[in-house]
């Protein structure tokens, strides 16, 4: 059959979709429905609607009072631990008086979604405003689910952000049909993750709702981060959250075809049934530590830092309508001037090391410097991500990344387990990088000694991962055991500014999905994200990638030649023997940079994708890295 023949389909169901749009009776009608629902009475007639007492909120109320126009004051907390950042999340929605918005790219239904979702509900009950915006793709895909969060209390809003065809689910006809009719629009997704409180305190980062990124999946998880900002910047994020509350791409439930059919359905109210836990101990015990003063003042509290200039900033909703506009892509803006300043150091954590153009003119005119600032970068291998796709176009641009722009390269291995006692011992003996300066600089990592009193001997810590979703399963490895997969995006710059946020640094955040990031102008925030990155790259929790010593000494020089060409085609970048792979440290040894002269008397090479077992998805790394250089940008 032609190939225009197996398109038909596609192009039909294109142009039926495009014209089954609602009537205003049917919103009406879905409308009058959610309204006469029964049970959507306030259960709190209190003025601060039975809010519970939460420091973290009291703190950040106190710095809104403390601050002036002239001298803003915001605390500011680095949340490593996940356990921890869900507590932290559950306390300030149990102290919300008045509103609750949230923001986010994934929602999935396993114990995380639930639980979130059940204390929104209950918050809204109460007598709380709650927003919850996400992202149509990959949230909340049960439209009983959507049925009974339309109708459960008039405080609770709930909207899907750019449904390319009207509808909150998508199965794959019509996802077929979003990429041949409307493929920009489908392709821009809102990667932004929020929850504010009150417009006082907000937390961003990296974590969606789901199982595995808060540690709580038992085969696979994300080591990830956020950060906790409280005071003026509170104004920020509730700028932020309006402009896309507001955009055209954010649909409520009742517009949505799928979701309004239902409603007028002939079926009883659904009500809200109380969760379904695969572990309720597991969940009781965060909603108690929540709860538990001490608790939070021992993990969050003491971490909690006054700081004046904190910002929040984020890309416009829909910036792909406006791709010249500067201001559509203020985000991108900000970190690419960050990152153009640094005078001495740039530490960097993304998950998937694919640059755009202009990061990649940034760092190459930054290692033309006299002396150049030293680059480290903390990312995933392929024995540790489940981009396998986004891993084979990192691992062509190997040999550019370290002679080019003269990056330091740290690939997590996937049962990272970044003890402090390592932390410690690394950074008491250790040789200097080529600059003279420590590859990881003395001090303890918010991660480090909590973790180890209350997590002892070889027992996994709780409060560094979460999850990408079900969308791609990670390459099979060669040894067993959960696995650990980066997810955290995080940079620091000169020791004296840092962000974190959702942005992973690659294009298809600088051009297609929207982020947002916190920047902290602070040296002592700045030295505590920069210990936590240092911390994953230190060698019993990562690879540290160098240049390959050719082995055999003419026909080694003649297959790197071969292979720098190679890596400098477009498509057919077959040759096997690249120029840079993946080393091991030695016992006895301290961590080094690839270019201290002592680095391969401690370093042992272990191959270019160490762990892996031959797959399919080995094979599927190769063939991206020869043939995929062109579809980079939406990977």
Known sequence: MSPRWLLLPVLLLVALLQGCTLSRAQIRAAGAIVAASPGREDSCQQADHCAKPSPLLEAAQQALADSTPGQPVNTVTLLDDSEAALAARISLIRAAQHSIDVQTYIWDEDDIGQLMLNELVQAARRGVKVRILADQLFSFDDLGLLDRLARVSP??????YNPTFHDAQTPPLEFAASVVCCFMKFNQRMHNKLLLVDDAIGITGGRNYQNRYFNWDPDFDYLDRDVMAGGPVGRE????????????????LIRLRDVNRRIRGDRAAPGWPAPH????????????????????????????LHVSQVNYFSDLPAKTDEPTKRSARELTGRLMRMV??????????????????RAQDIFKRLHREDPPPSI???????????????????YKHRRRYLTEYGFQIHELKPHADSAAEAFEEANEDQDDGPTGQPIAAPGKSAKSGKLRQRFPGNERRPGMFGSQGKRNRPAPLRSSGRRYSLHAK?????????????????????????????????????????ASIIEDTLPQNAWTIAR??????????ISQAIGDLSSRLPLFDLWPFRYATSYEIKPGCAPLAPDNPKFRECYTPVGDFPDVAISPKLIYTRLITAFGAGVKGIL
């Open 490 to 530: 995080s940079m620091v710059v000169d020791d004296r500014f840092a962000m974190v946020g959702s942005h992973n640094f690659d294009p298809r955040s600088d051009h297609y999905n929207t982020e947002a990031a916190v920047i902290v102008h602070d040296p002592r925030f700045a030295s505590e994200l920069r």
């Open 548 to 557: 390959r010593e050719p082995t055999i000494p003419v026909l080694g020089h």
């Open 340 to 357: 153009a300043d640094a005078k001495h150091e740039v530490v960097l954590q993304t998950p998937y090391l694919v640059l755009s153009k």
């Open 376 to 394: 480290i970068i903390s990312t995933n291998s392929l024995a540790a991500t489940d981009a396998f796709a986004v891993y084979g176009l990192s």
């Open 155 to 160: 405080n609770l809003e709930v909207k899907l």
């Open 277 to 304: 836990y695969t572990d309720p101990a597991r969940v009781a015990r965060v909603q108690s530590e929540a709860e538990d003063p001490d608790w939070l003042a021992a993990w969050i509290g003491d971490d909690t």
């Open 237 to 252: 994020m509730a700028d932020s959250f309006a402009l896309f509350w507001q955009h055209k791409r954010s649909v409520p």
